[in-house]
């Protein structure tokens, strides 16, 4: 019913910066808050950052002034800013949506199926 298809991971240099975009597809009515999580090897995801529908934002303390989440709601899609990046930024990264299908009254969460950041020299 709904999709959620992820872009712009790659491989990157220390210091250098991507941009991931997450496109929400399917039987929308609305979305309410969206946003990044990472997962490493052998660890769990964490989240990265969050933006709700009035553009309210939250963000790890280990990305805070280096990412930065934004969303276009018209577009349904929210993308992730990240400059300065670190090898321990290295990860998955999985966006999150919480989604009202057409037809009915509540939200439910949907995840992207993850891109691959890696920051190496």
């Known amino acids: 019913q709904v999709q959620l298809v992820e872009s712009g991971g790659g491989l990157v240099q220390p210091g250098g910066s991507l941009r991931l975009s997450c496109a929400a597809s399917g039987s929308i009515l609305s979305i309410g808050a969206m946003g990044w999580y990472r997962q490493a090897p052998g660890k769990q995801r964490d989240l990265v950052a969050t933006?709700?529908?009035?553009?309210?934002?939250t963000y790890a303390d280990s990305v805070k002034g280096r990412f930065t989440i934004s969303r276009d709601n018209a577009k349904n899609t929210v993308y992730l800013q990240m400059n300065s990046l670190k090898p321990e930024d290295t990860a998955v990264y999985y966006c999150n949506a919480n989604v009202m299908i057409r037809g009915t009254s509540y939200y439910t969460p949907y995840w992207g199926q993850g891109t691959q950041v890696t920051v190496s020299s």
């Open positions: 933006i709700h529908s009035s553009g309210t934002t």
